[in-house]
């Protein structure tokens, strides 16, 4: 069975950092593209970030540019989005999701994906 299962989520306050994971069962994510996407009820989903394949180029939203990074451990077949200076508009449910061969950050070009973990940011 293919499975993505992201986890990490939860409520820290503004300016705090969190670090979500992104696991792969089934195969093996070091030969996909990984997108992170956001979605807050009522809003269309949002690309964040993208991890490639083969060098790992990592490619971000404006909004989150310079506060989250993307990573691979191909070891433990898990991608990461660490997330810092977390602001109350990042509050959303985070997903995670196999790409295309070039990365986007458009959510219908990207295949499977987790059942999403929340984030809130709050005082």
């Known amino acids: 069975q293919v499975q993505l299962v992201e986890s990490g989520g939860g409520l820290v306050q503004p300016g705090g950092s969190l670090r979500l994971s992104c696991a792969a069962s089934?195969?093996?994510?070091?030969?996909?593209?990984i997108g992170w996407f956001r979605q807050v009820s009522g809003k269309k989903r949002e690309g964040v970030s993208c991890i490639s394949r083969g060098d790992g180029t990592t490619y971000y939203a404006d909004s989150v540019k310079g506060r989250f990074t993307a990573s691979r451990d191909n070891a433990k077949n898990t991608v990461y989005l660490q997330m810092n200076s977390l602001e109350p508009e990042d509050t959303a449910v985070y997903y995670c999701?196999?790409?295309?061969?070039?990365?986007?950050?458009?959510?219908?070009?990207?295949?499977?994906w987790g059942q999403g973990t929340q984030v809130t940011v709050s005082s």
């Open positions: 089934g195969f093996n994510l070091e030969y996909y593209a």
């Open positions: 999701a196999t790409g295309p061969f070039t990365c986007t950050l458009v959510a219908a070009h990207f295949g499977s």
